[in-house]
Each structure stands twice: as structure tokens, then as C-alpha cells.
């Protein structure tokens, strides 16, 4: 947290993150109780200020880690070797934002910042989140190796330092500050910070509310005098901290001040180590952050940590992790280091209170944000976390997705109705709610945050308790019937689709509206409620049958002028009884313009296009050769799609797209922003490949792509820097100190991109895509589900003609057909009209009555005109088998 450039133009600090300038040429205020105590160091009984404003920590993680126990509450990060955001005891609450060391030579001639160095992180156990950063400086002789991890039995995190003096040096020659910038209770502001003995140590302890944190280490705080005081203070950023002591305006580059306390304000900690007297070259030492709800309880932790075998505490801690990963599906002996680390950083965004997960650890562009965002990405989206809970269940944490759903439906969903509309609810406790409804994200505790509505997102937790099967969704039937009744009555218009900026009919979000249906059938059909099952079928069916032509447009400014765009911003038309309601007021062909967020500008709905799309063949919606999937290919790679040299294909997610660093590399700030490319599009593609060939290696090539866009240890971020170029007149360049593929400062990593890797590489193994819902795919012809046993699989070919509008069913007396009922029928697929084709899964050796019908376009139903009105019959094969139909229907 905290930016700082000093005024001093040979100083800047980036470590507290202050924002503004330490006035070169004076001395900062001391308070106004100074004493000399020798040396001219200035003993404080308070620091006078409040510390300038504060920022988050960069976004940009190299390592980040917890316990896999519930005894441990604290979840850890860390940028370019040092610990940056730590969250405690939920993972919406930052605590501390910053914890490093500033080395310095006994001859006052320097001072590094560590987090300023040459440095590298790794994983000592490629099967455990424990990591060892290595700083250094040759130049200035110095090396620091520490491991990192968090006390399995307590909230506390642990680092095991070791300080080497190189070049023939020894470590009587340096000077080793311990620098810690707490943020505690989510915010810089309104932060104490103050001197505490416990235990027979000397701690610095930071406070807000009832958050604690408890900074103390194994050795001795130097004294300047035998028998004096440690010297550790508590300062206000950019007046009296310790940075400003070492380096700021006419500083000597040692620590003159101990301040005893710093109340209410932007605070800082600074302790300076005794590394001692004997002329040795290397000197190791334990560092303990410890927290609490009182200093008590903060010390007392920090105290246990550092008193037990620190040894056997890592050992256990990798013992908690190899578990975990001993437990995963290998995918065939396919997965790789990475694999694990995306299941291992997945695991650890899941809190250990409720199950909710979070987007990511940290605020992107976080070192020029400040409390005013206080969520950044460390908040619940329910489309994020059905992504990675999806990818959790896939590498076999079921437990982690059964834990997502019960938090979904138990603690995020709304059970009640305020407010007029998003952002316009003023006497709503928690901002507009309505029943069954999923706030676009909240807090961990289930508290809205933002208040925009995103339709994807209430089918998304639908779809996944379908797929954790009937013991995990049956509980929870009511409280999904009352989400799926929401979206029948709302969809399939979005109040804002899945880049959370625009109102409309998006293809992205009616692919999670039709699939988050068709699940929420079946689910209904099993809990006995076959009136809402099929209500819920009949209108999935609609708005499959409708989706091209609510958002294809045929009159597009790019390519064929065919292909889907990314959103028709027409309103819901609301008209009729029938089907018709859906519809909206304009098409995708109609000369209709809208604002983009994020400064993209106004545009046609016809010139802006993205890869939502492809949503329609993963949700099961669509095949992946559908027609107008494969029409929209070319103007989407031609717009999008960039080639990054040696690593691969990335896209952006759409033209006139502002959300990410300026042209002149300064971070986003709302406006002048040009958004980059993302890895998961890179994922996304080639699960779409895999499904079009059924050929499993063929996504390796998207595999290898998505790996070269991550960080040195694994991380998938959110975007990475494109070299410069023009997308359809919207110019985005590369600043020159960039490296084309490599991440950006907006978030890495994002919690999405883990999940899809981990989704690609297992639908790689499987050769089809993994998570595409079963019940979806087969009922629209867009896969073949093998029977289950006592089934047989039977093909149903019907030679009918039709006029637009109208489509064609088939019925029959056995569940799996509907049992008669219209609405619940199998619609048939005119990918080869006038025959129409579909295939179901029916009970093996029966005897069996079936017939056709149509549905008009205004909901009615005509049935097959058969010669004395009778039905027709099958008999159905031995389990396993398959029998096919070839039927001519006659209106």
C-alpha cells in the first residue's frame, strides 16, 4: 500500500506507497516531546500527524499462500519478494500491505529498499504454497533468503530469514531494519500503532476495531546504549516513519527516531535488527506477524509462533498441502507443477468461515488506489467463483465446490424485495434485493457490494449444483426454484453482462441463462415439481431458438457483415402472453448505438464485437460447428486476436474496450485507459477447439500459450501487455518499457485464468470439454451422452417441414421423453432441415409409444397429423445399444 516519491530527487520509496512529497529541506515533525537519549536519536512518547494518504499494494503477486488448516486465519501475498497483502481473519480484510527490509552499511553511505533489488521466488515443494524469496544487491554486497509460510495452528504468518553478507564482507558492516506497513481492518487510514512488551519481547502492535496484528522477531532490537531502549518506532507515513527517518529530506541513512505511538492515522512500523558483534557473514533470525481481535490475543499468538519448533510448524504446514494435492485427480498423469499451483492458489482464495471464494487477492493498479476502493478484487463474484469452484470440482475438490454452493444459496442469495431498481434503492439496507437474486458481488459475509444485477450469474450457481449431483442440489431445490424463477421473470435481458459495464441481450449471458434453466428443470423434475420443470425448459427452448436472432447481426460493419456481436442494448419488450414477452424492443440488425464503459465511447451495437460467443458451445447451448458460430470466427479473430511472438494467440475481450493502463503506461484510472489482452481467452479458445475436433491435443498449442503469459511462478494474470497496435481505430500501445506477453499491473493472478487452466488442460486429457453441462449439451444435439446403465440410446430422424418461427418436438409415455407433457418434450435439431435429428437416452429393452409436434411462434402447439390419430411405438434394445427412427411427420 502506500506510493512515495520523495522530493528529494535521488529517493523514491514505493514501499509505504505514499502519496505526495517529504519536504527535502526540513526536518519532518517529531512531535513535541522529544528528549535526547544519545547519538541525536529522538525518543517520542507520541508521533504528531496523521500520514498522508494511503494506497493498496501492487497487484502484481509473485507468491501468496495459507494453511490448509481452520486453525489458521491468515492468508498471505507477496510482490517482487516482499509480503505485501496479508488478509486476516476473512479474505476481504486486508491487514497489512507491506513487510520488508531496508539494509544499510554502518558507513551511512546507502540504503537499499528491498523490494527495489534483484530478486527470485520459488517453491522449495512444488506440492505446497510454502515459497522462498531471495533478494539481493552485489553492488552493495548484501543477500536475504527468506521462507515463507503461515503457523498451521495459529493466525500467524512466519518468515525464516537468513542475511548474507557477500564480497569478504560480515554482517557488522550492515544495518537491518524491519519496515511494516499495516492497513488494518481493510483500511491505511485510522490505523494505531505503538510499542508493546509480551512475553519478554519487544513488539510493535497495530490496530484498528478489533483487528490486531503483532510484529516481533527472534533476536534482539538493536539498542544504542547498554541497557537502552530497542529501537523500533511507530510513525505516520511520510512524517514520522521510518522511512522517512533513513531516507527522507535531510536523513543520514540510520534510524535517529523512536516513536512509542502513532494513533489514528496512515501508519507505519520500523525495527532495527541486531544482527551483532562477531564479524560473521551470515546471520538467521525468525520473523513472526501474529494477529488477533485484541493485543492480547495478537501477542500471545506472535509469542507461540516464535516460541514452538518453527521446524516442525513448516513441516506440517507441507504436510497440509501434500495432502491436499495427493488428493487430486492427476488427470491421467497429465497434470503438471502448474496444474497443482492453480489448484493449490484456488484452495487458498477459499475462506474458511463460509466457502466463499474470492476474484483475487488484491485491488488492481492497487498502489494508485486508496480506501475510497476498498474491495478491489478480494470480493465474491458469483460468475468468478462458479468458474474456479467449476475448475476445483474438475481437478477433484468436490468438497470445495459442494462448500461454494451451500455459501451461494445459504448466505449470498436474496430473500427478499427492496429498492425500485440497481442503484436505486436508498432505504435498502443492503441496496436492491429481490428474491432468488445474487448481488453482482459482495462481501464474504453475503453483504452486496456493487448493485448491478448480471443475469449469468444467477444461472451460474444453478449449473453447479447440478453438477455436484442430486445429494447437493435436492436440499437446496427451493431455495434454486426461487433463483430460476427470478431469471424466467427477468431474463433473458441483463441489467449488465458478463464485462459488467452494459444493459441488453448479450450471447454470453443467455448461454448461462439457458444452461442455468435446463439444470434447474432437471433439478426440478427430481424434487417432484414437474409444473416449474417445465416452465423452466419451455423457456430455455425459446431463447435457444432465439439467441441468433436477438444478438447475429447481418448488417455488421466488419468482415461478411455476419457474426455475433457482443451485445444488443435493446430493452425487454414485454409484450404478449406467449414467447413473445422475451423479445426485445430492437434487433441486432437495427441502427442502435450505446456507450461503453470505461471511456470506450459510443458506438452501433453492430461495430463492437467479443468473444462472449463462444460461451453458447461451453455452456451446451450450441454446437461448436453450429453455423453462425463458425460465420462470427472471422471477424473475431480478425479484431481481436494478436499473435504475441514465442508464446502464442491472445485476444482482447472486445474493440473500444478502456479498462486497462493508458497508452502512456500510467495506471487505470476511469478514463484514457485501453484494455489488454487476456490469457483466459487464450483457454477459452482452445477448449472451443477441442470441442469442434473431439481431438484432445489439439488445445496443447493454447496450453503452451497460456503457460508463457504466466509469471515465473505459475501465476495466470488478468491481462497481459500486447505489442502496440490498432483494433478497429482504437490505438493501443505498448509503453517502451514493457515486454509484450508478460503481465500488467491489473491482477496477477486472477483467480478466472487459474480455473481455466486447470480446465484445459484437463479437457486436453479427456478429449472433449469437461464442463460443458451434459443435460444441456444432449437435450440441443450439441453432444452424445452415453447411456447409463439400463439405458438405450435412441436417434430419432423426422423429415418435417416448418415455416420460421416454428420448431419441432418429440414426446412419448417415459419420463425421458417428457411423459407427454409439451414443454418438457426433446426438441429435435434442423442442423440437416428438412430432417430434423436429436438423440435420447431411454430405458433399454421397452416397449415404448412416442410422437411429433411443433411449437408456433406464439407458444401454441400443433401435433403430427398420424393416420387415426394413434401414436407411434419403438421397441427399445438391450442396455448399451442403440436404435435409430426414421420417421416422415405430417401436419
Aim: glycine share 12%; hydrophobic share 35%; proline share 5%.
Amino acid at each position: 500500500m502506500r506510493k512515495r516519491i520523495s522530493c528529494d530527487a535521488t529517493i523514491v520509496h514505493l514501499a509505504l506507497g505514499l502519496v505526495g512529497c517529504v519536504a527535502g529541506a526540513e526536518e519532518p515533525s517529531r512531535g513535541a516531546s522529544a528528549v535526547p537519549i544519545g547519538r541525536g536519536v529522538a525518543a517520542l512518547t507520541g508521533a504528531a500527524g496523521s500520514g498522508v494518504a494511503s494506497v493498496w499494494g501492487p497487484a502484481e503477486k509473485s507468491f501468496l499462500g495459507t494453511s490448509t488448516t481452520t486453525a489458521s486465519r491468515v492468508y498471505f501475498t507477496g510482490h517482487r519478494g516482499i509480503v505485501s497483502e496479508v488478509f486476516y481473519p476473512v479474505l476481504d480484510t486486508v491487514n497489512s500491505v507491506d513487510l520488508q527490509f531496508l539494509v544499510g552499511d554502518t558507513a551511512k553511505t546507502f540504503v537499499d529498499e528491498e523490494k527495489q533489488q534483484s530478486y527470485s521466488v520459488t517453491q522449495p515443494d512444488k506440492r505446497s504454497m510454502r515459497w522462498q524469496a531471495v533478494t539481493s544487491n552485489s553492488g552493495h554486497n548484501w543477500r536475504i533468503t527468506k521462507t515463507i509460510f503461515a503457523d498451521p495452528g495459529r493466525s500467524s504468518l512466519i518468515q525464516r530469514v537468513q542475511f548474507d553478507a557477500l564480497n569478504g564482507r560480515n554482517v557488522t558492516q550492515f544495518n537491518l531494519y524491519l519496515l511494516h506497513n499495516p492497513a488494518m481492518d481493510n483500511s491505511g487510514a485510522g490505523d494505531s500503532s505503538k510499542t508493546a512488551t509480551a512475553g519478554g519481547r519487544t513488539m510493535l502492535v497495530a490496530s484498528e476495531n478489533s483487528r490486531v496484528s503483532a510484529l516481533a522477531i527472534s533476536r534482539a532490537w538493536k539498542t544504542l546504549t547498554s541497557g537502552g531502549p530497542p529501537m523500533v518506532s511507530s510513525g505516520f507515513v511520510g512524517e514520522t516513519d521510518g522511512f522517512t527517518d533513513l531516507l527522507g529530506g535531510s536523513a543520514d541513512r540510520t534510524m535517529s527516531w523512536r516513536n512509542d505511538l502513532a494513533s489514528g492515522g496512515n501508519v507505519a512500523q520500523m525495527g532495527w535488527v541486531d544482527l551483532g558483534a562477531s564479524a560473521v557473514t551470515s546471520v538467521s533470525f525468525d520473523v513472526v506477524l501474529g494477529f488477533g481481535a485484541t493485543e492480547t490475543e495478537a501477542t500471545t499468538t506472535a509469542n507461540a509462533t516464535l516460541g514452538s519448533n518453527l521446524t516442525t510448524l513448516r513441516t506440517t504446514y507441507d504436510s497440509g498441502w501434500n495432502s491436499y494435492t495427493s488428493g487430486l485427480n492427476n488427470q491421467g498423469g497429465t497434470a503438471d507443477d502448474q496444474y497443482y499451483l492453480a489448484a493449490m492458489s484456488l484452495k487458498s482464495i477459499q475462506d474458511k468461515s463460509n466457502g466463499a471464494m474470492i476474484a483475487g487477492m488484491g485491488t488492481p493498479w492497487g498502489e494508485t488506489n486508496g480506501d475510497a476502493n476498498n474491495g478491489g478484487y478480494h470480493l465474491v463474484w458469483p460468475r468468478d467463483l462458479f468458474k474456479f469452484a467449476s475448475a476445483l470440482v474438475t481437478a477433484g475438490d468436490t468438497a470445495a465446490g459442494t462448500a461454494v454452493v451451500n455459501y451461494l444459496f445459504n448466505t449470498l442469495q436474496q430473500s427478499s424485495d427492496c429498492g425500485v431498481a440497481e442503484y436505486n434503492a436508498p432505504s435498502c439496507p443492503q441496496g436492491y434485493t429481490r428474491v432468488g437474486r445474487f448481488p453482482q458481488n459482495a462481501w464474504v459475509s453475503g453483504w452486496q457490494y456493487w448493485q448491478g444485477t448480471q443475469m449469468d450469474e444467477q444461472a451460474m450457481p444453478i449449473i453447479l449444483a447440478w453438477r455436484l449431483g442430486p445429494s447437493v442440489s435436492n436440499p437446496l431445490w427451493p431455495k434454486i426454484k426461487k433463483t430460476a424463477d427470478y431469471i424466467v421473470n427477468t431474463g433473458p435481458w441483463t441489467q449488465q453482462e458478463r464485462w459488467e459495464e452494459n444493459a441488453g441481450y448479450s450471447p454470453s449471458t443467455i448461454a448461462a441463462e439457458i444452461a442455468g434453466l435446463v439444470c434447474a428443470a432437471t433439478i426440478a423434475r427430481a424434487n417432484g415439481d414437474t409444473t416449474s420443470a417445465a416452465r423452466y425448459m419451455a423457456a430455455a427452448d425459446v431463447w435457444q431458438q432465439s439467441v441468433d436472432r436477438w444478438t447475429f447481426t447481418n448488417t455488421g460493419y466488419h468482415g461478411d457483415g455476419k457474426y455475433y456481436i457482443r451485445i444488443n442494448p435493446s430493452a425487454r419488450g414485454n409484450t404478449g402472453t406467449g414467447p413473445q414477452v422475451y423479445n426485445p424492443v430492437s434487433g441486432p440488425d437495427a441502427a442502435i448505438s450505446f456507450t461503453i464503459g470505461n471511456g470506450g465511447g459510443t458506438h452501433d451495437q453492430r461495430y463492437i464485437v467479443d468473444g462472449g460467443f463462444l460461451e453458447l458451445v461451453r455452456m451446451g447451448v450450441k454446437r461448436a460447428d453450429d453455423p453462425s458460430i463458425l460465420a462470427t470466427l472471422p471477424e473475431y479473430d480478425l479484431i481481436l486476436k494478436r499473435n504475441i511472438a514465442g508464446k502464442g494467440d491472445a485476444w482482447f475481450r472486445y474493440n473500444y474496450d478502456g479498462y486497462g493502463e493508458k497508452n502512456d503506461g500510467s495506471n487505470f484510472d476511469g478514463t484514457g485507459g485501453r484494455g489488454r489482452l487476456w490469457p483466459i481467452f487464450t483457454a477459452e479458445r482452445g477448449m472451443f477447439k477441442i470441442a469442434g475436433t473431439g481431438v484432445g491435443s489439439d488445445g496443447n498449442p493454447f496450453l503452451t500459450a497460456v503457460k508463457a503469459f504466466s509469471t515465473p511462478q505459475g501465476f495466470i494474470p488478468e491481462q497481459v501487455w500486447s505489442e502496440t497496435t490498432d483494433v478497429t481505430g482504437w490505438q493501443v500501445v505498448k509503453p517502451a518499457t514493457a515486454t509484450a506477453g508478460t503481465p500488467t499491473r491489473s491482477m496477477s493472478p486472477l483467480n478466472w485464468a487459474m480455473g481455466e487452466y486447470i480446465s484445459l488442460l484437463a479437457s486436453i486429457r479427456a478429449g472433449k470439454v469437461v464442463d460443458i453441462p451434459s443435460v444441456v449439451c444432449s437435450r440441443y444435439n450439441a453432444c452424445v451422452v452415453p447411456p447409463a446403465s439400463g439405458q438405450a440410446g435412441v436417434v430419432f430422424n423426422a423429415t418435417a417441414t416448418t415455416v420460421v418461427g416454428q420448431h419441432v418436438y418429440v414426446t412419448g409415455n417415459t419420463a425421458a421423453l417428457g411423459s407427454w407433457n409439451t414443454d418438457l418434450g426433446i426438441p429435435v435439431d434442423p442442423r440437416s432441415y428438412p430432417v430434423w435429428t436429436n438423440r435420447a437416452n431411454l430405458p433399454a429393452s421397452s416397449a415404448l409409444q412416442y410422437k411429433y409436434y411443433r411449437k408456433n411462434a406464439n407458444g401454441t402447439v400443433t401435433w403430427e397429423n398420424r393416420p387415426g390419430g394413434g401414436n407411434r411405438t419403438m421397441s427399445t434394445p438391450a442396455s448399451g445399444g442403440t436404435l435409430t427412427l426414421n420417421d416422415t411427420v405430417i401436419w
